[in-house]
């Protein structure tokens, strides 16, 4: 009787450790059927990083779009770089997962809410005080500031510190593009834009102004991030390791000095035309 009970209780253990198995497979079989394809996307006011593609405008191009397509072929799996509207919009799709990446983010709390980042960054950016020729406005420090007027494009972030202390201390109005800010800085309705200093240059050029400049001193130096969404159902732990391996391979070839350098003469051809 004794046997027969201890075979009972065999089976029933075997049982169980087939019946977790089985879940195992199964959990490890949809995150790889969900997870043939990942969707990635931007700010698509960002050249050289990112700008809507002029062959096709549902999807993006630019130095983030190229990085994401040698990323794809690191890690094996395609990754289709989408245009989903605005700014704004974009970090709505990735708050409620309906896009996988965001090809650039710089760092914030509220970010961390919704999505994950991966290290190392892929690129440092530098954030730069715009004015008019002929202002007289010297910038030292973030200080230099106070009393003036300020624009900057809505929901844009120049780094955790410089958030807080603009909130804090500055007046700064936010405005829909960038396009409308340099606009306005020409016609010196505000006294200063913050702006980082490659896409800045990037619409000047395309714009033809040639009455603005930056200033020497930069506001922050910035690391830009890809992040992944929470919801995303490729959000795995094990495709977390596979693509931040693969960022890190792909930044020791210094690959982005490459590509930001042929975006902004591709961006300016582009804007030539």
Sequence with gaps: MRHYFNAVKSV??????????????????????TCK?????????????????????????????????ALSKEIGVPIEVKYVGPWARVQEE????????????????????????FY???RVTRTAIWTNKKSKLAFHQWSDLRGKNGITV?????????????????????????EQALVMLNLSRADYLIYEEDPGLAYVAKMNMTDLKTMSTPVAN????????????????????????????????????????????????????
């Design 12 to 33: 029933r253990v075997l049982s169980a450790f087939v019946l977790l198995l089985s879940y195992v497979v199964s959990d490890n079989c949809f995150a790889q059927e």
């Design 37 to 69: 394809k990942l969707i990635a996307t931007g700010n698509p006011e960002y050249p050289p990083f990112l700008w809507r593609d002029t062959q096709d405008d549902n999807h993006l191009v630019g130095a983030n779009a190229e990085l994401m397509q």
């Design 94 to 117: 990735a708050r409620v997962g309906r896009v996988d990446l965001l090809a650039g983010a710089f760092f914030t709390l509220p970010r961390l809410d919704y999505m994950d980042y």
């Design 120 to 122: 190392p960054a892929f």
């Design 154 to 178: 809505i929901n844009n972030s120049f780094g955790e510190d410089f958030d807080r202390y603009a909130k804090e201390s500055l007046k700064i109005v936010t405005v829909s593009s960038l």
């Design 222 to 273: 910035e690391n830009l991030y890809l992040t992944m969404s929470y919801k995303s159902p490729c959000n795995t732990p094990e495709m977390r390791g596979r693509i931040s391996k693969a960022l890190y391979v792909l930044g020791k070839q210094g690959l982005m000095d490459k590509l930001v350098t042929s975006n902004i003469q591709l961006w300016r051809k582009q804007q030539s035309k």
